[in-house]
């Protein structure tokens, strides 16, 4: 099973507020990343992390910001949440490298309704 | 970056194999093949990965071709609970840990 985690599950907020999506893995895992999906979409690379202090953006455009302080640790942040911003966010990581291609690992996902 | 082609959408019975087909014309030399199911409202979960010819685990069976160009996902005798969607990706190998998702296969199984 992986232990990968996401808070908060479910995100209820108005315009406006700055709003943070945790995520947490244990696994040691270098390489990190946020998906976002609508329901019965398909999932699109908001943002990833090689490693500590490496970030980048993914294929489709966010207003999102991500750190990576910590090789554990994941965030993603808002910082003026709008109705657009409305979708799941879906975090995952692998131990992937060079010549080893190892497995995304996803966590339950964070599901952000903004009114 | 390899792009992947899916069906959007299969049916199948109850007991039937089932066979779900990824494009992948610009695989790069070190790019492994993956994939994925996905039920509703949750994280996708790994099936099974390959580099090249067959590969085989306690689900299912992934054949790929001599040029790589794609690859067949075999779902022996498939129950109702393997409606879902799956996801073909491929990378991370040397080119890329970037790793984008294609529109996916859904796949409906009816008894």
């Given at each position: ?6 808070t ?12 943070t ?5 244990t ?21 990833y ?13 966010s207003?999102?910001t ?43 996902g964070?599901r952000?309704?903004?009114? | ?78 129950s109702?609970s ?10 991370a ?6 790793l ?12």
């Amino acid at each position: 099973e992986a232990d990968i985690y996401q808070t908060p599950r479910y995100l209820v907020i108005g315009t406006g507020k700055k709003i943070t999506l945790e995520c947490s893995q244990t696994m040691g895992h270098d390489k990190m990343y946020w998906y976002q999906q609508d329901p019965g979409m398909e999932l699109h690379l908001i943002h990833y992390s090689y490693g500590v202090n490496s970030t980048e953006k993914g294929d489709l455009s966010s207003e999102s910001t991500v750190s990576r302080i910590r090789t554990e640790h994941f965030p993603l942040t808002l910082e003026s949440a709008r109705p657009s911003h409305t979708s799941q966010y879906l975090c995952a990581s692998s131990a992937l490298g060079t010549g080893f291609a190892g497995e995304l690992f996803f966590g339950e996902g964070s599901r952000l309704t903004v009114l | 970056l390899a792009k992947t082609t899916q069906p959007i959408s299969m049916d199948s019975y109850e007991g039937q194999e089932v066979n779900i087909t990824c494009s992948h014309n610009n695989i790069a030399t070190n790019d492994y093949i993956t994939w994925y199911q996905q039920f509703p409202s949750q994280g996708p979960r790994f099936i099974i990965q390959g580099y090249k010819t067959k590969v085989t685990n306690e689900v299912a069976s992934l054949f790929i071709p001599a040029d790589r160009k794609s690859s067949t996902l075999s779902l022996p005798r498939v129950s109702l609970s393997d409606t879902a969607v799956y996801y073909c990706l491929v990378g991370a190998g040397d080119s890329s840990y970037k790793l984008i998702f294609g529109s996916g296969t859904r796949l409906l199984v009816r008894p």
